[in-house]
T-cell receptor, first 109, second 108 residues
Framework: GQQVQQSPASLVLQEGENAELQCNFSTSLNSMQWFYQRPGGSLVSLFYNPSGTKHSGRLTSTTVIKERRSSLHISSSQTTDSGTYLC???????????FGSGTKLTVEP | EAAVTQSPRNKVAVTGGKVTLSCNQTNNHNNMYWYRQDTGHGLRLIHYSYGAGSTEKGDIPDGYKASRPSQENFSLILELATPSQTSVYFCASGAEQFFGPGTRLTVL
């Protein structure tokens, strides 16, 4: 089946450090999406990014479709950035999503 | 941002009982989805719909039915609940998917 690989699985930062999260997919796609999830919480959409680079505050998403990869850059991390970051790749006309296992980020003060 | 609500938020059911999870969205999205999230398996697609009256099987449909009676509502039905269906269930809507708050289901 479809494979979505995220790395690293976990990451611990000191407040103010930057982070780079990676997502790779094994087959072609229609779209991709980055989500943030607090423990026990729902998923919050960060980026919907079929291709190219998008910015939102301290977050930057870059997707290269033909290389089947996407990255999420977090600059100047804050303790409130702690949580799990999930990437998902969209397939078919109905944008069925396949999720990676996530990167658990901990930002320490 | 899209508003997606789910009910109930928490549910305890008995093995063999019937459970219905409900999802409502107010942004007129055609596509709606049901996922479950389990430690070690991540998020997996159960059923989806591309409009009122349509339901399609996702990756793990066994033991689940879905119903889309209107554009706004999409239900997930467990006719005979089993302990293996204990999980957190999320509904989502839209091409850019917006998720509801989740339903924590425990089947005893």
């Amino acid at each position: 089946g479809q494979q979505v690989q995220q790395s690293p699985a976990s990451l611990v930062l000191q407040e103010g450090e930057n982070a780079e999260l990676q997502c790779n997919f094994s087959t072609s796609l229609n779209s991709m999406q980055w989500f943030y999830q607090r423990p026990g919480g729902s998923l919050v959409s960060l980026f919907y990014n079929p291709s190219g680079t998008k910015h939102s505050g301290r977050l930057t998403s870059t997707t290269v479709i033909k290389e089947r990869r996407s990255s999420l850059h977090i600059s100047s991390s804050q303790t409130t950035d702690s949580g799990t970051y999930l990437c998902a790749w969209g397939m078919s006309n109905y944008n069925v999503l396949y999720f990676g296992s996530g990167t658990k980020l901990t930002v320490e003060p | 941002e899209a508003a997606v609500t789910q009910s109930p938020r928490n549910k305890v059911a008995v093995t063999g009982g019937k459970v219905t999870l409900s999802c409502n969205q107010t942004n007129n999205h055609n596509n709606m989805y049901w996922y479950r999230q389990d430690t070690g398996h991540g998020l997996r697609l159960i059923h989806y719909s591309y409009g009122a009256g349509s339901t399609e099987k996702g990756d793990i449909p066994d033991g689940y039915k879905a119903s889309r009676p209107s554009q706004e509502n999409f239900s997930l039905i467990l006719e005979l609940a089993t302990p293996s269906q204990t999980s957190v269930y999320f509904c989502a809507s839209g091409a850019e998917q917006f998720f509801g708050p989740g339903t924590r289901l425990t089947v005893l």
